[in-house]
């Protein structure tokens, strides 16, 4: 089972920008869709973007549209996501998965019970 691996959280003031990455530990498959979500305190875990490994076709949640980017690096394995115009409403921890399928059926999955292991995530913390 591929491993994913996220980085680049860290303290920021409102309005502030900050790159996320996430490193797989081996190819991921063209048939497969890698999507990043989040945990705010108190909150469950929800989807925030996903992108296509296969396409580039990106999905988001209408709440970060405009302000966030993801993309991907084939290459690399990797996935990326820009956050920008940050809100301390986006303080959270940002995990990365992968399911088979495309950017609506990750988006579609429950955080809390259709994924088999999460990483450790990255603490995005924006202070006003």
């Known amino acids: 089972q591929v491993q994913l691996v996220e980085s680049g959280g860290g303290s920021v003031q409102a309005g502030g920008s900050l790159r996320l990455s996430c490193v797989a530990s081996?190819?991921?498959?063209?048939?497969?869709?890698v999507g990043w979500f989040r945990q705010a305190p108190g909150k469950d875990r929800e989807f925030v973007a996903a992108?296509?490994?296969?396409?580039?076709?990106?999905n988001y949640v209408d709440s970060v549209k405009g302000r966030l980017t993801i993309s991907r690096d084939i290459a690399t394995n990797s996935v990326y996501l820009q956050l920008n115009s940050l809100k301390t409403e986006n303080t959270a921890v940002y995990y990365c998965?992968?399911?088979?399928?495309?950017?609506?059926?990750?988006?579609?999955?429950?955080?809390?019970?259709?994924?088999?292991?999460w990483g450790q995530g990255t603490q995005v913390t924006v202070s006003s």
């Open positions: 081996e190819r991921i498959l063209f048939s497969r869709a």
């Open positions: 992108i296509s490994w296969g396409s580039g076709a990106t």
């Open positions: 998965n992968t399911a088979p399928g495309s950017v609506w059926s990750i988006r579609a999955m429950s955080p809390s019970a259709d994924f088999a292991s």
